[in-house]
C-alpha cells in the first residue's frame, strides 16, 4: 500500500485544526474499514509533530504481552502483515509510531482504558462497513467509545478525507452542545483553510422553529465575535435525518457535534443522535465530549 502523500498545506491545515494535540489514539480493528482513520492519524501525527500510537484490542492469552511488535505466541500473518504495513507508512511519514495490542473483555472497554492512560487528546476509529440503524441500535464498538471516552472521538469513514473547507456545526442549544459550539467556532478561527461554517439546528416540528432560530441566531453572533463568518441554518425533521441530509446536500467535509453525558448504561442511548449521524454520515464526525460529564 502506498504511503500517505502530505502536502505542506495538509500539515499546514491539521495542525491548525484540531488545536493542540499532545497524545493521539488511533484504534484500528484489522479491517479494511479502518484504513480511513488510518490515513488521517498518520496525517495528523505528521502534521502536529507527536507521536502515534495505534491500538488494536483482542481477547488473547494470558502469554501474550502487550506493547510494540513483542510477539509471545503466533498471530495471525494476516494481521502482521497489518501491522507491518502500517508500521512502514509511518516510517515514510517519518511518525514515530507505538504498536500496542491490548487484551480485554470488551473491545471498546480495551479503547477507554488506553485514552485514559495516554491521556489521549483525541481518539481516531473507523466506522464498519454495516449500514442503516441495527448496527447503532445493536451497540457498536464506536457508539461505546462514544459514550466513553474521556476526550475528543473522530470517526472517519473508510473513503473520506477531511479536507475541511467546510465545517457543519449540529447544535441542539443543550449544555451538551456547548463544548461543540466552542470547538466548532475556534476551528474555523484558527484554521484559515476552514472556508465555511455552517450552524445547523434542527427543530421537532414547527411550533418549536423559533427555539432552533434562536440557537443557530446566538452561535452565529458569538462566531462574529470571535471573527468567524458562519451561515445559520434552520430545520424541522428528525434530527439525526436532517443533520446526515444536511451534511451531503452542502458537501460537507467534517461534523462537529456534543454528546450527552450520562453515565453507565444510560449513555449507551438507543440510537441517540450523535451515533445515528457517526452511522450514516458520508463525511467524517467529530464528538466533542462535556468535559464537566466526563
Do not use: W
Request: aromatic share 4%; charged share 25%; hydrophobic share 40%.
Amino acid at each position: 500500500m502506498a504511503t500517505t502523500e502530505v502536502s505542506k498545506m495538509d500539515i499546514m491545515y491539521r495542525s491548525q485544526l484540531m488545536g493542540e494535540l499532545k497524545s493521539l489514539l488511533l484504534a484500528v480493528d484489522g479491517s479494511e474499514y479502518s484504513e480511513g482513520a488510518i490515513r488521517e492519524a498518520l496525517l495528523f501525527s505528521k502534521s502536529c509533530s507527536i507521536k502515534l500510537t495505534l491500538l488494536y484490542v483482542n481477547a488473547l492469552s494470558d502469554t501474550y504481552e502487550s506493547g510494540g511488535m513483542t510477539f509471545v505466541e503466533q498471530v495471525d500473518n494476516k494481521l502482521t502483515r497489518y501491522f507491518e504495513d502500517i508500521r512502514e507508512r509511518a516510517a515514510e511519514d517519518n511518525v514515530e509510531l507505538d504498536i500496542i495490542i491490548k487484551r480485554s473483555n470488551d473491545t471498546f472497554e480495551g479503547i477507554i482504558e488506553e485514552a485514559y492512560d495516554r491521556k489521549a487528546d483525541l481518539i481516531i476509529m473507523g466506522r464498519r462497513g454495516m449500514t442503516g440503524l441495527k448496527r447503532v441500535l445493536m451497540g457498536s464498538v464506536t457508539a461505546k467509545v462514544i459514550a466513553y471516552a474521556p476526550c475528543k472521538v473522530l470517526v472517519v469513514p473508510k473513503d473520506a478525507d477531511i479536507k475541511g473547507e467546510h465545517v457543519l456545526l449540529a447544535t441542539d442549544g443543550s449544555t451538551y452542545s456547548a463544548s461543540a459550539e466552542k470547538e466548532a467556532i475556534n476551528m474555523a478561527k484558527r484554521c484559515p483553510h476552514v472556508n465555511y461554517l455552517t450552524v445547523l439546528s434542527v427543530a421537532s416540528g414547527d411550533d418549536r422553529l423559533s427555539e432552533s432560530e434562536a440557537i443557530v441566531s446566538r452561535v452565529r453572533e458569538a462566531a462574529e465575535k470571535e471573527g468567524v463568518n458562519a451561515v445559520a441554518v434552520t430545520s424541522v425533521g428528525s434530527p439525526y435525518e436532517v443533520i446526515v441530509n444536511k451534511a451531503k446536500e452542502l458537501n460537507v467535509n467534517v461534523i462537529l457535534m456534543g454528546t450527552h453525558g450520562r453515565t453507565g448504561i444510560s449513555r449507551l442511548l438507543m440510537g441517540s443522535v450523535a451515533e445515528r449521524v457517526v452511522a450514516l454520515s458520508h463525511c467524517s464526525v467529530l464528538v466533542i465530549k462535556d468535559r464537566e460529564a466526563i
